[in-house]
């Protein structure tokens, strides 16, 4: 059973840069989809950017150029990196599996790290 | 870029039958996904591709999707199927992924 850990820092300062892991056991990484999706307090579900399998990337307009998603087949691991953050970026970020085409449902999703951009 | 539309809440009795209704322009040529979320953990899927069920989600969701519409469905409604649901589609013209607003569902 594939299994999705995230990993983060927690807190960051305004303005540096965010960097998030998600690392996948059970299964390989390849062949699928990966998003990162997150939720700011209270909010809903919000789209942050996914790979495909042959590493081609899209992002959120939100995000755009401040968003890099990498995956690290040697490690099985997928990565978030965020740039010049601020309090908006704020959230609960999650890794999700996608199926092996864009417009596929995100059938495995972990349990979420929480990050806070605060000085 | 697209937009999802959806009821802020939905309230249910027990035994009874929720709808969820997701709206976006002609959203009948997209595969839409819904989602489970109960308070403090992650999503869930729990109808993907408009109507297919994966393993272990009960065959009491139910999903469709026509014309500008597409609706989950659950029947017999029990208290632990209190939760947020949020529907979401690829968005083709833009490669993106879009999640509706979501829709709380609560068991009187």
């Known amino acids: 059973q594939v299994h999705l850990q995230e990993s983060g820092p927690g807190l960051v300062n305004p303005s540096e840069t965010l960097s998030l892991t998600c690392t996948v056991s059970?299964?390989?990484?390849?062949?699928?989809?990966w998003s990162w999706i997150r939720q700011s307090p209270g909010m809903g579900l919000e789209w942050v950017g996914c790979i495909s399998d042959t590493g081609k990337t899209n992002y959120s307009p939100y995000i755009n150029s401040r968003g890099t998603i990498s995956v690290d087949t040697s490690k099985n691991h997928l990565s978030l990196t965020l740039t010049s953050v601020t309090a908006a970026d704020t959230a609960v970020y999650y890794c999700a599996r996608g199926g092996a085409v864009a417009y596929s449902g995100m059938d495995v999703w972990g349990q979420g790290t929480t990050v806070t951009v605060s000085s | 870029s697209y937009v999802l539309t959806q009821p802020p809440s939905v309230s249910v009795a027990p035994g009874q039958t929720a709808t969820i209704t997701c709206g976006g322009d002609?959203?009948?040529?997209?595969?839409v996904h819904w989602y489970q979320q109960k308070p403090g953990q992650a999503p869930v899927l729990v109808v993907s591709d408009d109507s297919d069920r994966p393993s272990g989600i009960p065959e009491r969701f139910s999903g469709s999707n026509s014309g500008n519409t597409a609706t989950l469905t659950i029947s017999r409604v029990e208290a632990g199927d209190e939760a947020d649901y949020y529907c979401?589609?690829?968005?083709?013209?833009?490669?993106?992924?879009?999640f509706g607003p979501g829709t709380k569902v609560t068991v009187l």
């Open positions: 002609n959203i009948g040529s997209k595969s």
């Open positions: 059970g299964g390989s990484i390849s062949s699928y989809f």
């Open positions: 979401q589609v690829w968005d083709f013209s833009s490669d993106e992924d879009v």
